[in-house]
Each structure stands twice: as C-alpha cells, then as structure tokens.
C-alpha cells in the first residue's frame, strides 16, 4: 500500500496492518532528520516492525547540502 502526503497526518492509521515500510524523504527537505522521526514514530506506533529509509550512497559530503539532511536523519534511524 502506497502512502502520500495526504497520509501525513495519520500516518500511523494509513500504516496500520502493513508489515514494513519504506521511507523516501524529499531532497532538499529543511529538516529532513525531523521528517524521517516522524516516520518511525509512526510505524512504532502502527506497529510495523521492519523498514527501509532510502538515503544516498554515502552522506559525507558536506557541500552537497543535502547530504547533511541525510546523514543527520540515517543517525535518527540507527537510534531507533
């Protein structure tokens, strides 16, 4: 089952009964590391036990602004 930007706001209903999920975060977002939490905390609460966050090969390069966004999100991921 596909989710959007409409399930924002009840994310944890729309993943209700789904087995996994898989979290792409717009480019560029401002807070991305917020977004990707947002999430998780619904999958938690939904009770999805796996997931996949799709990032970049490697979020070490600092000039490109949004590796930044993507790095600080993978370390919101490992802490979940």
Known sequence: MATGRADWDDL???LDGCGA???VAPNFH??????VAHALAARGEAGVRRVVYHSV?????PVMRHHVGKAEAEDVVRRS
């Open 12 to 14: 944890a209903g729309a």
């Open 21 to 23: 999920a898989y979290v």
């Open 30 to 35: 401002p807070d991305e590391a917020g977004y």
């Open 57 to 61: 090969a490697s979020p070490d390069v």
